[in-house]
């Protein structure tokens, strides 16, 4: 009993060290070098590739004072040949190539980094896909030439969220991935939100916001797609809305010329979640029908099997109820409510005013 005994206290201490190398971090060493390296550690345990890929990114950002140029330029040469991969596999292009002249992380960066990774051990959150999503999304700061006002931003509403709610925390950062990477808004199995500015910023109010400058904002739903051009906003990740300002939406999927009509948009909200939206107090034009402006509603959604002579959104419908349209055809006037549907005019009556159609005899 004896010996074997000695042999398990052997074996204990034999293998004790081992046991300690590979024992997982509890805490991240607030040293940037240290830090590196047992988050590269804390990756493998997961995925070895994962690891070697993020952390081959992360070094192209990391600050290289003290770092020979050779080493230096291997460093950028393997993290292009990852990136490339990465953007490959995401069917993708990009021309940013990591170079000397590329944005790195600073030292107050690095630190709100290490502070992020460790309230995310804390949280138990895993190294994939949780730590994959913060790692991608710290390299695409710099991959899109991001601000360190906009780095700041997104710092605040990550740790606001990591605090109040690990679920809306996981939300921002792949909302925030897909805006990188895709351009796109909002991304779910049967919608698709995009934008077409690769300029976007981060912001906080009472809520985690990325703010759009002018731009064409489009929704891909059902083999349909419908878009708002000339528009600018800010995308609210965690709850999935768009508040929006200005912008046209034309009848071309109903066959319409862009010049003939469109809507112009005011302050507008819509729920990325579904494929539809309504908008209020927007401003109509119809050459064929009217030279005046029109103010009304506007209403959008996509639908399948949609063609030029289907199409029965766009839709818009005037707050007017005595729209007067002379010679609507030949000898006929209208006097009414007024609504478009797709490229068809349709007169309607508003409350107890009833639509009129006037037909005239030798004029």
Known sequence: MFNVFKKITFLFIFLLPLIVEASPVKVFSLDKTIFLKDLKGFIAETNEDEAEMLIGEMRAIWPMADVDPKKEEKIYKEANKIF??????????????????????NDYQISMMIDMCNKMLKNRMKAIPDFKAYLTSVISFFVTYQTEDSFDAWNIAANKLIKDNKRHFTIFLNSCNNIFIYNAVYVTQNVTWFGTSKKFSFDYDSLPKVVFPEMDLYCVAKDDTARIYNTSGAFYPTIGYWKGNGGKVFWTRAGIDTANSYAELAKYEIKLKSSSYVA??????????FSDIL???????????VNEKNASYPRF??????????????????????????????????????????FKRKK
């Open 317 to 358: 419908l005037s707050y007017s109820e005595s729209v007067k349209i002379v010679e609507i055809e030949d000898s006929i006037d209208y006097e009414g409510g007024f609504m478009i549907k797709g490229n068809k005019f349709i007169g309607r009556s508003i409350g107890d005013n009833p639509a009129k159609v006037i």
């Open 295 to 305: 103010v009304g509603q506007l209403k959008e959604k996509l639908l399948a099997n």
């Open 84 to 105: 490339l991969a990465r953007m490959a596999k995401s069917n993708v292009t990009s021309e940013f190539v990591y170079s000397v002249n590329t944005g790195k992380l």
């Open 280 to 289: 209020d107090s927007v401003r109509y034009k119809n050459k064929k029908y």
